[in-house]
T-cell receptor, first 115, second 115 residues
């Protein structure tokens, strides 16, 4: 079965500092990996995805994520955090070999950027 | 594009009442997903449709839940009778049926409170 782990419920970082939100996954084959962000009282908003190719994926709002197959990780990063980045972040995985199209989401990481 | 539209945004009802949640997917998208979000269980897929046909409803909690998609632009999720443990945020998402790499786009959600 496919699964995703976000080991940190909460991440705090000072504005202007780099941020990292961690994600590890477990699938049988090569995964498709996604990051979504959720602002208060809003739906999930797509940030970026890894399907194949370059391990460093660039997405919206200056975010990027690095796929590391040996460590089965897909950490979300941003070089310089903004207060407006404060939100709930979800990592998700899909195992294409299963043929199913549903995403499996992690439990979410609350990012707080302190001014 | 207006994005995925859900109604109502908030619903408060009493135990035993019927609840109907509505979703309009993004025009041109032919896959639709219903998710439920709670603090305890995170994001769970309830059911998804391809070309208006239910494909996997294994996530539907029990017979009190039912979902329909009578046409490409409309879907409903019904709970009858509702119970307090059904209180959650229900999200609808849509995507193009383009294989496993497609991205799901989420609506703003319906916040349901069953008293």
């Amino acid at each position: 079965a496919q699964s995703v782990a976000q080991p940190e419920d909460q991440v705090n970082v000072a504005e202007g500092n780099p941020l990292t939100v961690k994600c590890t996954y477990s699938v049988s084959g090569n995964p498709y990996l996604f990051w979504y962000v959720q602002y208060p009282n809003r739906g999930l908003q797509f940030l970026l995805k890894y399907i194949t190719g370059d391990n460093l994926v660039k997405g919206s709002y200056g975010f990027e994520a690095e796929f590391n197959k040996s460590q089965t990780s897909f950490h979300l990063k941003k070089p310089s955090a903004l207060v407006s980045d404060s939100a709930l972040y979800f990592c998700a995985v899909r195992d294409p070999r299963r043929g199913a199209r549903q995403l499996t989401f992690g439990s979410g990481t609350q990012l707080t950027v302190l001014p | 594009d207006a994005g995925v539209i859900q109604s109502p945004r908030h619903e408060v009802t009493e135990m035993g009442q019927e609840v109907t949640l509505r979703c309009k997917p993004i025009s041109g998208h032919n896959s639709l997903f219903w998710y439920r979000q709670t603090m305890m269980r995170g994001l769970e897929l309830l059911i998804y449709f391809n070309n208006n046909v239910p494909i996997d409803d294994s996530g539907m909690p029990e017979d009190r839940f039912s979902a329909k998609m009578p046409n490409a632009s409309f879907s409903t999720l019904k709970i009858q009778p509702s119970e307090p443990r059904d209180s959650a945020v229900y999200f609808c998402a849509s995507s193009e049926l383009a294989g496993a790499t497609e991205t799901q786009y989420f609506g703003p959600g319906t916040r349901l409170l069953v008293l």
